[in-house]
């Protein structure tokens, strides 16, 4: 080993069961107010997971090992998001949507057994509870849970606009301002933010924000497009979605292969690259564009991600003290993920703002003194009357199928450029790969 862990296993265990047993409460939740409580439980002992790998990746693996170990690991930030809507969608449709949250209880106690298995066990120092940077815990927590829930609920609620908007704004910025200033001045801080000054790690952790609005983005958009304009059910979304979750379980081990031979900073270059092309590709969205006209894409994407997030998980560990594992990998797995709640957000408000101007536009180049409205009108009228409608509601029922018309192509133009701002997004942030530094050295350096 090449050291060993600072974390009890009693603790993960003891997440690992409260996450189990809330997953099952949410598929007995009686009610949204229930199923909301439960979801909030599993949130909490769930969060601690992903730094938590990432962690046991870097204390627990030899360096020569650790890029093997950041495949695995990449499984959960692309794979896992890829490949759930495929599982879940068939869940729901086969059996209902409670088995969405069973199906977690297989790979839990797979997960409960080697965790008894693997780490050792060491007592729980309870006194350091004394000293905690409780100050900063509660400033940090309260400050991101009220960004994340502004950027998840802006939209919907036209940003500052709305009264609770502006307050969970206020909140935000004050929490995350006293936050940053305590965990910079205490001894002991909650997170170590000092690392972000390291231009390596600082680096790595933006380019790993730009991805992950790439990636959520991409879940986030996709899904609800083929819903919207092909009307598909969650069990096509997820058979969709699936063809760029099945081939990384192929691409992560060659990732992990490449990021021993090459410089990892030329491999995620050249994965953002493939991750903006494959969204430029569906930049040129039509009405007809569905799985068969997405499955290319899909596998760019496939081939792309996993050439990101090998390499720069090796690249943003690199140089770090055992000590500091800990809070890099908080901060990297959390950037990441907030990342995502940008994207997601920063895309639905462009979405909704695109409808609105692309239908105005296209509104504006239909006139009914036009030749070319008044022959779509007549073909319209002409097919309808054949159907059986009388001349008045034929007429009226073209009218709306030209207002249906002008309403998806509208739509269809706005999830185009919803597509290609992920593109250029991507593509901005490549150059900023360079900065995270050389090829050579060890990710992390361990005591004997």
């Known amino acids: 080993m090449a050291g060993r862990s600072v974390l009890p296993a009693g603790y ?36 601690a997971m992903i730094p938590l790998a990432l962690a046991l990746v870097l204390q627990l693996l030899p360096d020569r090992h650790h890029p093997l170990g950041f495949a695995v690991f990449g499984m959960t930030a692309t794979f896992a998001p890829a490949i759930g809507p495929s599982i879940g969608g068939w869940l729901t449709e086969t059996y209902g949507w409670p088995w969405i949250f069973y199906m977690n209880l297989l790979p839990g106690a797979v997960m409960l057994a080697a965790i008894g298995w693997g780490l050792e066990r060491e007592p729980a ?24 829930t502004l950027l998840e609920e802006g939209n919907r609620n036209d940003w500052f606009h709305s009264p609770e908007m502006r307050v969970l704004g206020a909140v935000a910025v004050v929490m995350l301002t006293l936050g940053t200033v305590i965990e910079l001045r205490v001894a002991e ?12 790690f600082g680096a790595a952790c933006l380019v790993g924000t730009v991805f992950g609005l ?8 996709l899904p609800v497009y083929l819903a919207r304009l092909q009307g598909y059910n969650a069990g096509q979304i997820g058979h969709t979605i699936m063809w760029s979750g099945v081939p990384q379980l192929l691409m992560m081990p060659v990732a992990a292969a490449l990021a021993k031979r090459h410089d990892g900073r030329v491999l995620v270059a050249w994965g953002l690259a493939m991750f903006a092309l494959s969204c430029l590709i569906n930049g040129r969205l039509t009405h007809l564009t569905a799985h068969d006209q997405l499955r290319l894409t899909q596998l760019i994407r496939a081939v792309g991600m996993p050439l990101v997030i090998v390499p720069l998980t090796t690249l943003a560990t690199r140089g770090l003290a055992a000590s500091e594992t800990g809070s890099a990998s908080a901060l990297f797995n959390m950037l990441r993920n907030l990342g995502g709640s940008i994207g997601i957000a920063l895309l639905a408000t462009r979405v909704d703002v695109g409808e609105a101007t692309h239908r105005a ?19 319209l009228h002409g097919y309808l009357t054949i159907q059986g409608a009388d001349p008045h509601t034929a007429n009226a029922r073209a009218l709306r199928v030209l207002d249906h018309t002008l309403n998806r192509e509208a739509l269809v133009a706005a999830y185009g450029d919803a597509f290609t701002l992920l593109g250029v997004v991507l593509l901005a942030a490549t150059p900023l790969v360079w900065f995270i530094g050389g090829r050579r050295g060890n990710s992390v350096i361990l005591p004997p």
């Open 361 to 379: 536009r296209l509104a504006g180049s239909i006139s009914l003194y036009q030749n070319a409205t008044l022959e779509r009108l007549e073909l």
């Open 12 to 47: 993960l265990l003891g997440t690992t069961a409260v996450f189990l047993t809330a997953s099952v409460a949410c598929a007995w939740a009686w009610d949204l107010h229930s199923l909301i409580v439960f979801r909030v439980i599993q949130g909490f002992s769930g969060g």
């Open 189 to 200: 801080p909650f997170i170590n933010l000092r690392l972000l000054g390291r231009p390596a």
């Open 214 to 221: 790439g990636m959520y983005g991409v879940m986030y958009v």
């Open 125 to 148: 120092r309870l006194e350091r509870l004394r000293h905690g940077d409780w100050a900063g815990v509660l400033t940090v927590a309260t400050g991101l849970g009220c960004l994340i």
